[in-house]
């Protein structure tokens, strides 16, 4: 427990240092909220290890669901800093971090307990990349946010100091297109798993429950938006609208179903 409110608390300093940095930029804060995020990152890992011991990581409750996927956020938000340096970014990323880790620390699990437990490690494996999928697209919501925002200011001639703190719009557009490269693959094996898993429990392929059909509304949107980026050449403004969509049907699947693992909880 201690380690997981050291992660909230950290996750939240840093959200307060990312977006004051929008408006005041310090190299001294900098420095703090890189430290700060990879001491946050060994507090979240070190909570999710307690977790794993205690034989509760994937015990069905949402706020643990939630603390994981945090984790994955945050550790693509870094690869993604490493190779963009798109520091304006952690604005948007970190604030909703704190936010799905806080629970774990407020509110008793069995007020969230949201779904049923998942065993096997081809069902911990099918739950992990999962979560990975989903913090891809995750990232690719904030950056699609980032390239609308900046291109109406652009149209708008509202340029100014704080715009220039962004990445450019070209950078922004290639962040999202990897994303999408990356992240559909995931998501594909994440759902081929479920899939297997259903067949050797219940032996049936699909139970065609809201989980499953949402996940299946999620991949079938997602294979629309890799066609239509690589085949019809979409990129831009379409791109960042359909990365958009694409995670509010993530956060209907996650959060409104109670998501924790398609074809897995019935």
């Given amino acids: 427990m201690v380690f997981q409110l050291s992660t909230v608390l950290i996750y939240f300093i840093i959200s307060v240092i990312y977006i004051s940095n929008l408006w005041k930029t310090s190299k001294s804060l900098k420095s703090l909220c890189s430290y700060s995020i990879y001491v946050g ?10 977790i794993f011991r205690a034989g509760v990581l994937f015990d069905g409750s949402f706020d643990n669901s939630l603390f994981i996927f945090a ?15 798109t520091y304006v970014l952690g604005a948007l990323v970190f604030p909703l971090v704190f936010l799905i880790t806080l629970p774990s620390v407020v509110f008793p699990t069995d007020l969230v307990n949201a779904a049923e437990p998942g065993g096997g490690p081809v069902v911990l494996t099918h739950i992990l990349i999962t979560f990975l999928g989903q913090a ?3 990232l690719a919501f904030f950056v699609g946010l980032l390239y609308l925002f900046e291109q109406n200011r652009i149209k708008s001639k509202k340029i100014s100091l704080f715009l220039k703190k962004f990445p ?14 990356i992240g559909f693959p995931v998501l594909t094996i994440g759902l081929a798993l479920g899939i297997i898993i259903s067949k ?7 139970r065609w429950q ?3 059909i949402w996940a299946i509304i999620t ?15 979409w990129k831009g403004r379409k791109a960042a609208v359909g990365a958009i969509v694409g995670f509010i ?6 959060i409104a179903l109670g998501y924790l693992s398609a074809g897995v909880a019935g």
């Fill in 41 to 50: 990152v060994i507090c979240h890992l070190i909570s999710v290890y307690l």
């Fill in 71 to 85: 984790l994955f956020i945050v550790l693509v938000f870094l690869i993604y800093q490493l190779k963009f340096n």
């Fill in 136 to 138: 891809i697209f995750t």
């Fill in 168 to 181: 450019s719009l070209s950078t922004l557009d290639s962040i999202n297109n990897k994303c999408l490269l």
């Fill in 200 to 206: 050797s429990t219940w032996g049936v392929f699909l």
């Fill in 210 to 212: 809201q989980k499953e």
């Fill in 219 to 233: 991949w079938f949107l997602y294979a629309f938006l890799i066609y239509s980026r690589l085949g019809i050449g």
């Fill in 249 to 254: 049907v993530i956060v209907i699947t996650f």
